[in-house]
């Protein structure tokens, strides 16, 4: 079994900052790329960071310039630091990795639990 499990969500204030991290755990072989997304309810899951086995990283747009995504590809972890956080940044947010077990012969997604980021004074 894979698990992912992300932790450093909270209640911070508007300008205020946080980093969230993300480790998969279990009998993996290997890691392609892993990521964050963000979901409100009603609405869809949406794009936060990727970023590849090599580090290459892509962004949403409203996060450029404050959110940096970071791996540690020996502790198989991902890290999303959050500045200048906004209250439209209240979400609940996922981590993503997409990852082959040494069981299953191929790649497929997995997905984190979910933790609550809540950005208000």
């Known amino acids: 079994q894979v698990q992912l499990v992300e932790s450093g969500g909270g209640l911070v204030q508007p300008g205020g900052s946080l980093r969230l991290s993300c480790a998969a755990s279990?009998?993996?072989?290997?890691?392609?790329?892993m990521g964050w997304y963000r979901q409100v309810p009603g609405k869809e899951r949406d794009l936060v960071a990727t970023?590849?086995?090599?580090?290459?990283?892509n962004y949403g747009d409203s996060m450029k310039g404050r959110f940096t995504i970071s791996r540690d590809n020996s502790k198989n972890t991902v890290y999303l630091q959050m500045n200048s956080l906004k209250p439209e940044d209240t979400a609940v947010y996922y981590c993503?990795?997409?990852?082959?077990?040494?069981?299953?012969?191929?790649?497929?997604?997995?997905w984190g639990q979910g933790t609550q980021v809540t950005v208000s004074s």
């Open positions: 970023i590849t086995k090599g580090g290459s990283t």
């Open positions: 993503n990795a997409n990852l082959r077990t040494m069981i299953i012969g191929h790649y497929s997604d997995y």
């Open positions: 279990g009998r993996i072989f290997s890691i392609n790329d």
